[in-house]
């Protein structure tokens, strides 16, 4: 059984990995339906202020929950809520917290957690589609016969078997990379497919935009049209920045963990989210042209993969781009899966003093039950509808624009209230320097006075349009 606390070998190791699990199919897949959903360029208006007001600073709360606890989130909470002589260390909670306060603070952890097994399973279903098509662009390499992908589709989400074996063997793949140890797996794992994906998604994008579609798509993408916002457009573009960035997941706190010493936390956080936030104009950019450029309606799940593969296999050499595109899309699924089920394995390890294998091979089992019902929503569960949404795209909803932002609030509150000064203070000040002090105090205010009442407002607004509806 090892114990030992892996680490990230290099600096460029942890962005790597951190910016590999939050770059993933809420790039896009995710992002580019929700946009056409809330009505394009005023959605992404909004999004990009989400990132940078409650993201970053959130982003930066998780970190630094984990780089100063050296914990994953359940241990993490746990010694925050315990006062110092139970633990039998020093809490690094504060002594004058609410008592009320210390007793929810554990169930946050376990909210993360649930949180990242139920994901895994949904990401897993669509991670397996991903796969379908990539495979289908691979045999249409070799074969004489065309593709078709009106069909490719159908087929897919007519047939829950066949999705629930490439659900089956994404979770395997992604068990495999786990199960090894943190630099032994992931960071070699990430470190080979980023530059691929980097160089695949500036030439498709590019691509895109020599189609006669880009300047409709741009407009789309980047004129804020307000009046096509709804009141749940608030908590939409919430859910999907802490979705994108990994936040409320525990996840960071267990990459937080992972960071040296010397690391900055601050600039840690910042880099990832405008990492993100780049990638995910650049998915846009990619898409947009080519999901206006079809006749089909642009919303759902289903967004991507009712488009984007008609017009590889309409565009001279579109073969490859539409292989070049699915392996991209997949090396990014699989990143962001490796970064859910280190959260639980890094989680059980620490709390049950499981070994890795037992710990990746129990909670992967786990996910693949929870992932049977999403991989037959389009068969068997076809008929579970609410609105003109699917039971896949409902409990997409449920979990990422509900149970996400309240996981997310809690971990911040925890950060804000709960976690000792000092220690924060600590890890903006590393650098001693006026700057940095400000900063501090920059980001207290906005934890406080912005972040939070913008969650709360987020979230009533949501309720409110509910009920209305
Ligand atoms: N951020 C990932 C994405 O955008 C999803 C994810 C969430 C990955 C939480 C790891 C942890 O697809």
């Known amino acids: 059984m090892s114990t030992k606390r892996g680490g990230w070998g290099t600096r460029f190791g942890f962005y790597l990995a951190a910016i590999g699990s939050a770059f993933g199919l809420g790039n896009l897949w995710r992002f580019p339906y929700v946009v056409a959903d809330n009505g394009g360029g005023a959605f992404v208006l909004l999004y990009i202020f989400l990132v940078f007001i409650i993201g970053t600073p959130f982003l930066i709360g998780e970190l630094l929950l984990g780089k100063s606890t050296r914990n994953s989130v359940l241990l993490a909470m746990k010694r925050l809520a315990a006062p110092d002589s139970k633990s039998g260390q020093t809490s690094m909670g504060r002594a004058e917290a609410l008592p009320v306060f210390r007793r929810i603070t554990p169930v946050a952890g376990y909210l993360s957690l649930i949180l990242c097994m139920v994901v895994l399973a949904y990401y897993a279903v669509i991670s397996g589609w991903v796969l379908h098509f990539l495979m289908q662009f691979l045999v249409a390499l070799f074969s004489t016969d065309s593709l078709k992908p009106e069909a490719t589709l159908q087929v897919l989400l007519n047939n829950g078997w066949l999705q629930i074996l490439l659900t089956s063997a994404h979770l395997v793949i992604v068990f ?13 794992w990430v470190g080979y497919m980023m530059p691929v994906f980097g160089m695949l998604l500036v030439t498709l994008a590019v691509k895109s935009l020599s189609m006669d579609s ?15 916002l709804t009141l749940s457009s608030l908590g939409q573009a919430l859910g999907h920045v802490l979705f994108t960035l990994s936040i409320g997941f ?6 937080g963990a992972y960071l040296k010493e010397s690391a900055y936390t601050p600039l840690a956080g910042f880099r990832v989210a405008t990492v993100d936030s780049i990638i995910s104009m650049f998915a846009g950019i990619m898409i947009f042209p080519l999901v206006l450029a079809s006749s089909y309606p642009i919303s759902g799940p289903e967004l991507l993969f009712q488009t984007v593969p008609v017009l590889f296999s309409r565009i001279p050499g579109g073969i490859w781009f539409g292989l070049g595109f699915f392996l991209c899309l997949y090396l990014a699924s699989v990143s962001a899966s490796i970064g859910l089920l280190e959260t639980v394995v890094a989680n059980l390890k620490e709390t049950r003093k499981w070994g890795r294998t037992r710990a990746a091979a129990r909670a992967g089992a786990v996910t693949f039950i929870l992932a049977i019902v999403p991989a037959l929503s389009s068969s068997t569960f076809s008929a579970v509808r609410y609105g003109n949404k699917g039971l896949l795209e ?3 909803s449920a979990l990422i624009n509900w149970l996400l932002p309240i996981s997310a609030l809690v971990t911040s509150q925890v950060v804000c209230y709960l976690l000792k000064d000092e220690v924060k203070r600590g890890e903006f000040l590393e650098q001693e320097s006026a700057t940095s002090e400000k900063m501090y105090s920059h980001w207290i205010f906005v934890l406080r006075w912005l972040a939070t009442p913008l969650i709360v407002l987020a979230l009533s607004l949501q309720l409110f349009d509910l009920i209305r509806n």
């Open 250 to 255: 525990g996840t960071m706190v267990t990459f």
């Open 176 to 188: 495999i990379v786990v199960a090894k140890d943190v630099e032994e797996g992931i960071e070699r």
């Open 394 to 396: 409902l409990l997409d």
């Open 214 to 228: 880009a300047p409709d798509a741009m407009r789309f993408l980047l004129y804020p049209d307000f009046s096509r």
